[in-house]
């Protein structure tokens, strides 16, 4: 594993993962950003902003999958342990965005859309890593599904 880190190609190719998943990521948060800017202020401006949070998150999940799975990790797995563990992923980050945004906006009584930037920030160091190495690993670290 140190020889895979000290590697330059490996380090190199771990770079343009980054990038492109920052690039999604930004992609999946303006969705996500948006949305809720929508809900919250046009369409829903005295719904509950936990709920409207939630939802706008929920929107941008789909085009995340894809994008992540197609590009980022250019995983080729057909499978519904692939879908499975995704959705594992992004329920743990989702409900950590919610809980922290809950803490942030209901508790300390911060501005919501101040809470949903740093909040999105959290969820996606914890995104990248858990997506990394166990959402879209390779097939040569698990044998069989």
């Not at 800017?37 to 401006?45: A, G, K």
């Amino acid at each position: 594993m140190i020889q895979e880190l000290i590697n330059h190609s490996s380090v190199r190719q771990e770079g343009k993962r980054l990038i492109k998943f920052t690039l999604v990521g930004a992609t999946s948060f303006a969705i996500h950003f948006f949305g809720y800017l929508v809900l919250s202020r046009f369409i829903f401006p005295e719904g509950n902003r936990t709920l409207l949070n939630f939802m706008a998150i929920s929107v941008s999940v789909s085009f995340n999958f894809l994008a992540h799975r197609g590009w980022t990790y250019k995983s080729n797995e057909k499978s519904v342990g692939q879908i499975i563990r995704y959705v594992v992923v992004v329920s743990t980050a989702g409900l950590l965005q919610t809980g922290l945004f809950y803490v942030g906006f209901e508790i300390f009584g911060l501005y919501d859309l101040f809470v949903t930037i740093f909040v999105a920030g959290i969820s996606a160091l914890f995104s990248f890593s858990a997506h990394r190495f166990f959402t879209f690993r390779k097939a040569s670290s698990k044998k069989a599904e």
